[in-house]
Structures are given as C-alpha cells and as structure tokens.
C-alpha cells in the first residue's frame, strides 16, 4: 500500500495502556517485552503512526493520521489499546471536517512557476501533448485534468499505470505510451512532440517498458503532487492540484492551435486467427469489447497487467492495476473491496482477470464475496502455472509449474452449495465459447459470482510481456 | 517464529549489488529510493541479519547467521543480491562444522551455582519435583533431561509447552502442570514440592492459565538458556545444556530417597455419555487411543491447543503448539513442514487438529501437500465459526461466524481429481460415526491426504478453554 500509494488505515488492538507499561508475557508478543515492535516495523511502511496513550489526546491523534492518510495517500499505522476500544472521548472534532487538500501555497512561487510553464508552451508554440500517470490517479487530480484536456484541447496520453485517470473514447485521448512496446503512433505522437507536460509520473521499470522512454528531459515539464520539475529544475511547493486549474486559464487561449495537432485514434482491434485455441492476442481485444462504461477492472500482475493497457476501456471506467509494488495474490482481496466500494457507490460491474497461479495465494476470499453478496466476474487464466516466471528463469522447471485444481467446483466448496445459487461457474476452451458466454446477456447481467475458466496455452503470452522479459 | 523460538532462515532475493547503489525505480520497492525498508523491518523479528555486499565476506556473514539461527533457536534475516546468486566463492568453510553448542562457560562459576543447587536439594531432603517447559524443547535439552531422570528418579511433569519433551509413559512422568486448572492430583504434587527445578520455563498467559501458577520463588531453581536462577538469584553465563548433565551426576545419589516420591498416573479416561453428538470432553481422549509411538500431532491455537495438554501422547511423540504466540492458521503450513521432515527422517503419522476458522487462513497449503505426495490427517473440527472467539468476546455475534465450506469436496478442487486417488475425505457426525474411523486399519495407515470433518456443537469447548476464557 505504501508503495502504491494507496491510503489505508492500519489500526491495530493492542494490549491495554497499563500493559505497555508492566509488559506481561501475553500472547500475540515477542515473549521479550519489546511492545513496540510492530509499531518501529510499521515506521518503515507507513507514513505516519500514532499510539493511543490516553482518552485524551485520542482525538487529535486520531484526526492527524487519518488527514495523513488521506491527502499523502499512504497507509498509516494506528494502535488503539484494549481500555481505550469503549473510553468515552468529545464528539467536538466530529464537527470539523477533515481537509482533504494540500496546504495553502505561497502565491508568488505558483505564479513564477506558471509563467515559466506558459514560456514553455509559447516557445513550443503550443505543438504540445499532455501524458497522464499514476500519481494523477492517486492525488486525485482526474477532474482538474479532464477539464484541463476539455479547456485547451491538447492531445493526451496515459502510461500503463495512469489508465482511465482520462476517460478513454475522448476525441483528444491518443492511447498508451508505454515506452519502447508502445504502439508506434502513439510513440511517434509523444515523442515528436516539442513539449511534453507529464501529470502524475512515476517511471517504474514496469510502467515504463524497462526506463525505455524516449523523451528527453529538455522537452519535459513534470506536474507532482508536492513540487513541479521544468527540465532539470524542480520547484518545490507548487503541487499539482492547484496548480492544473491555474495551467487550465492560462493555456486556453492555445485551444485553437492544439486542436490542430492531430491525435492516433485508439481503436480495438479482434485479429481474426485460424486456430480455435483462445491466444493471448486474440483474448484481450475480444474481451474488450464486453467492458460496458463504469466497469471496474482489476488486472493481476502478470499477463493481465501486461496485456490490459493495449485495450481501449469505455466512459467511466477505472482501472485497478499494481506495476510499481508488483506482488501476486494481491488482486483477490483487491476485487472484493472494490465490489463492496461498487455496491456502495453504485458503480459497475467488477471484473477481475487472474491467473490460475496467483489466485491461489489468496482465494478464501472468493468465499468471503459470497457471504457479502457481491457478484464479480472473475477471469481465471488457466495456463498451467506461472508463465510469466518461465519467460523470466526457467522455462521448463519445476518450480513454475501448478497443481491444478478443479475450478468450475471452488465456488460450491466455498460456500454456494446447497442450493444457494449466489455463483456460477464455466470453462471456455475455444474462441467460439468465449463469444457465446460473452454476449449472453445472463452471463453479462453479473448478478451473481461468475468464475470462468479460460483454457489458454502454457507458453502463451501477451505481446507486451514477451517483448519485455 | 521469533517468539516462539523457531530456528528460520529468511532468505531474502533483493536487486543487485549495483542497484542497492543506484537505486532504481524497481517493482517490489516502496517507490522512494528505501532499499533498505525490508532490512529494518525484519530486525525487529529476527536475531541477526546479513545483507550481502560482495562474494569475500559472503562465507563468514552465512556462516554467522545460520550459528545465531540454530544456537539461539530464533529465525534470521539473509539477503542475497541477484547478482552474487551464481557467484563463485571458497568452499573452504564448508570443511568446519558450524557450532552448534553453546560457547564454553566459565568452570568456577559453573562449579559454585552447582554446589547452590545442590545444597537446595539437600536442604529439601529430596523432595523435589522437576518441571519441564517450552524452553527445553527449543534449546534441545531432551536427551540430557531423559538422562536426568533417569538417574536421580525425581518426579516429572511438564507444562503444556513442554509436554513430549519428556515420555509420557515413563514412569516417573506424573503429567502436565497447568496452573489452577490442573487435575487435582498434579497440582497438588507439583505445589507442595519443597523443591521445583523448572527446566526452561517460558511462563506465558496461555501457558499458565492466566499466571495461576501457585509455587512461591523461594522453593524454585530455574534453568535456562543462557542462565540459572536461584530463588530471587540470576546467574548469567550458566545455561542448562552444559549444566544439566553436571547436575545430574551431582544429584544422582538421591535416586533411592526420589524413587520413594509417588507419581500420579498420567491416564486416559474416555468418558461415557448419553449423548451420541461428539463433544470435546469425548473427543479428545478417544482421539488419545489412536495415537501411535512417533507421531507428530499438530494441534492449532484454539481449542486444539487447549484439549490437547490433557491427553498423554505415546513415546516418541511430538506435540507442535504455538501457545506464545498464538496466531491462528499457523498449523496447516506447520503440517506441510512436519510431514517433510518426518518422511525423510523416518519419523510416524502426522496429525493436525483444526477449526473451520483457521483452516481457512492457510486452506492452499493442503493442496501443496497433495503435489509433494506426504499423507497427513487432519481432523477439521467444524463448529460453525470462531468459538474460542465467541467465549472471549461476542457470543452470538456475526463476526465469530463462519461461512460454511463443502469440506469433503475439498480436496478434489485442490487437485485430487481424475482419478488420481491421492486423498480421502470423512464427515463424522456421531461418537459410533467416529469410533469406527479411528478403528478402520486402512484409516489408521495414513497413506493418503485424510480430511476428516468432525461436526461438533456451536458452543461446545475443551474443559480448559471453558476455564480460562
């Protein structure tokens, strides 16, 4: 989570004020009395902790770490002692909202800082594009953005890790850049480019196909959530979500210019394909068609989230992927927060895509979403174990292999039997399956846990991944 | 693992020398640069690290840390940079055996803590009870305890972290001390002992019963790891490897005054009850019959753990219990782990006790079990949910319940299916339904994966845990 920059709030029981000081030989301890443990390893993965001593101060603690939280979105560490659960503290703070915006900033810095962007676009003469990543996504600045794209009409690009930040059938949107394994008008667009304003970025290895961009540094203006980088000079204190609606008025008047440079259209593409095994080429586009607007897409690392940033994804959208931190597993549980913030929220359908190697690490929870009542679909790729890994090391060992297991059954072992019917389950071999099980409107409707098994060849792999490892 | 003194190598792959230098934005990082997060972390739950620099000091830092691992009994932190996996270094230290005794001590301070526990022994005229705990099993002093007894006679009872490190059928063993809830018999012998030798006590909440232990400090010898303490007297750099087998010549003339000592018989007692439902209170010493000399029976935290103190295990047994730390869903990857090492040293069956919660922490390790090709028994005590939890906390509460899986489908979605046979799945609703399983020789064999779910009443608990909660 902290890599990801994703704010969660870790609050932890812990034995009660008095035992922090007497230091018992409890259970769930170190059996040395180091009752602090936990508290110094969480200092390395979250941004800030607070441990509860007394009622008193709880309050103001409490407001501290979730404000932390929220507008550095990263995890925070908070520790509540057993005595304090039911202390009875002033409701006073309840009353003043939490901020959620960055501090105020020193006006003169910000309108040096503009006139400086706005030489930029000038002496470029405005024959700019603008190249959403994932801090946009994460410090939430999608509206400013859209406006932004709306006010001066320059094209725009997303990285693997910014998808969806910028809703995808835009006229002005242009498609992914994704370093060397980019399409090639799309990298022809970004990098010809005399001027590239890049919101959010964070050039993973992943995200950025290996550190194979091709943009030089003297053509690049970077919009951070803290500071603002114009070539090689960084200004810290201009973050981004002031800064964009300050950019907006001020480019505007470059909206007749940019709406001159012409934008790739970044189209779908089904390849017609004379086997009737369902390839990795053939899967994603196909499936791309199935998305519907607001759907929530999650991609578990490896052929998912190599695959998913070629396809275009309709209004609405979000896309749920993890290219910086990269673990497996985590999509799982991923996939269930995300149905229950949907369900909440009223948004679409979520789709999971995973496969049958990672799901493994976390797929109790597959139970859990039927005891909630949440009704995912979940693409089970089904390629006899990590294929990733054996294009990384070791092709054909051992240690890459999985024990299959018999998926269309996991869901009545994990709870849908007995006539429950809260899932239902399928495997699809061919291409023809596929389509079938796509376009019936029961399968599409998602009103139950809907796992298909999709039989994929061991070796086979997404463009974008062969090309990378 | 580090409170529970469990010798682990945590090998850790980390980016390459090179890299720990650059510092690149790689995956698996925390995005900022913090290569060294993980190592910081980790020390808090190890007892020594080693982070790999070059191939010259790699022999003496491996060497370093795998002594601390197995001579301290705590896990240890080794990180091995992608680039030094393959290089070639001396295998000169390869040639000298890794200590794995504790550093000679000093003689006369041997020598005089000696003679003041043996003065004790006189001064108490023999009538003395040894008492054996947690600590004698990790420090591996089984073989000079035996030893002990033997030769001297004293009576012995162990603590329900201790228990297996002495024979249970010996007869000089009386059972297992458990604080206030005891059998009265024990109790009664241990506490009015003019003498206890506590033999590596590790006196825990749960190990205790809630510290109810009622043996004053003043009629206490304890011997540990890395000291001796008498009465109120610590005395460092004494520890009970090189000590016990001292005291054991010392005190061997008492052998004639100690065989006079009388030792409650340690029994099983399979209860009769009007009821055909299977209760804890039958369960557990009719489970206590099928046990065979060399088993290895694994009993997760909970009611396992707590039923199982009370039932005598045959020589040459090992109970594996967590009671310290006390986490749940620890004992399915423990029975991976058990089962590996006891095919390949030849040891007896292995045997896990679980509840529906718990198995569902760590529920993919049977499927491991299943590739691997060990043949354990598990029993999956289903009581619909957390009831040790409902005891504590929330009886009737929705959060101590548990969505109920197909258990006896289990293993087929796990990989035993086509006809491979490499399971066996059970549900025994009744004490006839149980007795004629334990019964069956085939069962008995153990020479596939078993799951045997055991259905069992929502509130129904050990005796202990009643107790205690």
């Known amino acids: 989570a902290f890599s990801e920059m994703v704010p969660v709030l870790n609050l932890v029981g812990v034995p009660s004020t008095v035992q922090q000081i007497s230091k018992p030989l409890l259970h769930h301890t170190l059996g040395d009395g180091r009752f602090d443990a936990y508290n110094l390893a969480a200092q390395q993965f979250t941004y800030s902790q607070a441990f509860l001593r007394n009622k008193e101060h709880a309050p103001d603690e409490i407001d501290r770490v979730l404000t932390d939280c929220i507008t550095k979105a990263r995890p925070v560490y908070l520790a509540l002692p057993t005595d304090l659960v039911s202390a009875k503290i002033s409701s006073r703070r309840l009353r003043i909202p939490l901020n959620r915006n960055p501090p105020a900033e020193d006006p003169r810095l910000q309108s040096s800082v503009l006139d400086l962007v706005v030489k930029h676009f000038q002496e470029a003469e405005g024959d700019a594009v603008v190249l959403v990543d994932a801090c946009a996504i994460r410090y939430d600045v999608k509206d400013e953005l859209n406006k932004f794209i709306k006010k001066t009409g320059f094209p725009v690009f997303s990285t693997p890790m910014g998808k969806t930040a910028i809703d995808e059938n835009l006229e002005r949107y242009g498609g992914v850049y994704f370093g060397s394994i980019s399409r090639p008008e799309i990298k022809e667009k970004v990098e010809s ?259 298909v098994e999709v039989i994929m060849d061991k070796l086979d792999a997404p463009k974008s991944l062969r090309l990378m490892t």
């Open 193 to 451: 480019a005399k001027l590239v304003l890049s919101v959010g970025p964070l050039k993973t290895d992943l995200n950025t196909a290996n550190f194979s961009y091709n943009i030089p540094v003297e053509r690049t203006i970077e919009l951070h959530f803290d500071h603002t980088k114009i070539q090689y000079a960084v200004f810290p204190g201009v973050g981004m979500k002031n800064f964009i609606p300050k950019l907006t008025e001020r480019l505007k008047s470059f909206h007749a210019a940019a709406s001159m440079l012409s934008v790739p259209k970044f189209f779908n593409f089904v390849p017609h394909e004379k086997t009737e095994i369902i390839t990795h080429d053939f899967f994603w586009p196909r499936v791309g068609e199935f998305f519907r607007p607001k759907d929530i897409i999650v991609t578990e690392t490896s052929s998912p989230n190599f695959a998913i940033p070629d396809i275009p994804l309709p209004e609405g959208s979000i896309l749920v992927s993890q290219l910086l931190w990269g673990s497996i597993g985590w999509s799982v549980g991923s996939l269930l927060g995300a149905s229950l913030a949907a369900r909440k929220k009223g948004l679409g359908r979520c789709i999971l895509f995973i496969g049958d190697g990672s799901i493994q690490l976390s797929v109790q929870e597959l139970s859990t979403m039927l005891r909630v009542g949440v009704t995912p679909i979940i693409f089970l790729l089904n390629n006899s174990g990590y294929t990733v890994e054996r294009y990384i090391r070791g092709m054909t060992r051992k240690y890459n292999h999985i024990f299959s297991w018999k998926w269309t059954s996991l869901l009545t072992v994990l709870g849908d039997s007995q006539g429950k019917e809260l899932s239902k389950s399928y495997t699809v071999q061919t291409k023809d399956e596929l389509a079938s099980l796509l376009d019936d409107p029961a399968f599409a409707r998602a009103d139950k846990v809907q796992l």
